[in-house]
T-cell receptor, first 108, second 115 residues
Framework: RKEVEQDPGPFNVPEGATVAFNCTYS??????FFWYRQDCRKEPKLLMS???SGNEDGRFTAQLNRASQYISLLIRDSKLSDSATYLC?????????FGAGTTVTVRA | EPEVTQTPSHQVTQMGQEVILRCVPI?????FYWYRQILGQKVEFLVS????????KSEIFDDQFSVERPDGSNFTLKIRSTKLEDSAMYFC?????????????FGSGTRLTVV
């Protein structure tokens, strides 16, 4: 079983739309969860941490459901600049385990 | 904003040759990592390094790979005898504690092409 599984997409949405996607993780002992953003052939960049209570950062909302081992990301009022691959990441001590990514394309 | 610097940005090497990928982590960081991403695939953990020794390594990090912090500022990944399947983007990262909430930062990567 893959450690971190994501819906690969792609999600093609118009500007201003809301888009949401999910990820599941296999290690119930995992403690820290994150969403990263990766642009084509660039390094992953931290978008936001994900907390059990859910958290928001501007137009981005992340949720964690530990019982179901499920993480979600919602992007409101999509901008063209949100077009990227979003990586679900689980931290187990020293290493980060990455999902394969969800591709989002925002069109004008 | 502090950066993790990787050199070179792109390296082409012949199969069987040794390569050394170089990284300069952020200066007050204590933990160092290498990850790789084969084209079209996910980012994979290779190795973590703390206090001048390997903390954890993945099954990918076999005897062909080694890491070193030779001079207190650089952190290197050596691949002893490259194979075609070593072609990938290699990312160095550093943090001042374990976990991403402690300044975990990635470099811009070295694209390794083995021909």
């Amino acid at each position: 079983r893959k450690e971190v599984e994501q819906d690969p997409g792609p999600f093609n949405v118009p500007e201003g739309a809301t888009v949401a996607f999910n990820c599941t993780y296999s290690n119930s002992a995992s403690q820290s969860f994150f969403w990263y953003r990766q642009d084509c052939r660039k390094e992953p960049k931290l978008l936001m941490s994900v907390y059990s209570s859910g958290n928001e950062d501007g137009r981005f909302t992340a949720q964690l459901n530990r019982a179901s081992q499920y993480i979600s990301l919602l992007i409101r009022d999509s901008k063209l600049s949100d077009s990227a691959t979003y990586l679900c990441v689980v931290n187990d001590d020293y290493k980060l385990s990455f999902g394969a990514g969800t591709t989002v394309t925002v069109r004008a | 904003e502090p950066e993790v610097t990787q050199t070179p940005s792109h390296q082409v090497t012949q199969m069987g040759q040794e390569v050394i990928l170089r990284c300069v982590p952020i200066s007050n960081h204590l933990y160092f990592y290498w990850y790789r991403q084969i084209l079209g695939q996910k980012v994979e953990f290779l190795v973590s390094f703390y206090n001048n020794e390997i903390s954890e390594k993945s099954e990918i990090f076999d005897d062909q790979f080694s890491v070193e912090r030779p001079d207190g500022s650089n952190f290197t990944l050596k691949i002893r005898s490259t194979k075609l399947e070593d072609s990938a983007m290699y990312f160095c990262a550093s943090s001042y504690r374990t976990g991403t909430d402690y300044g975990y930062t990635f470099g811009s990567g070295t694209r390794l092409t083995v021909v």
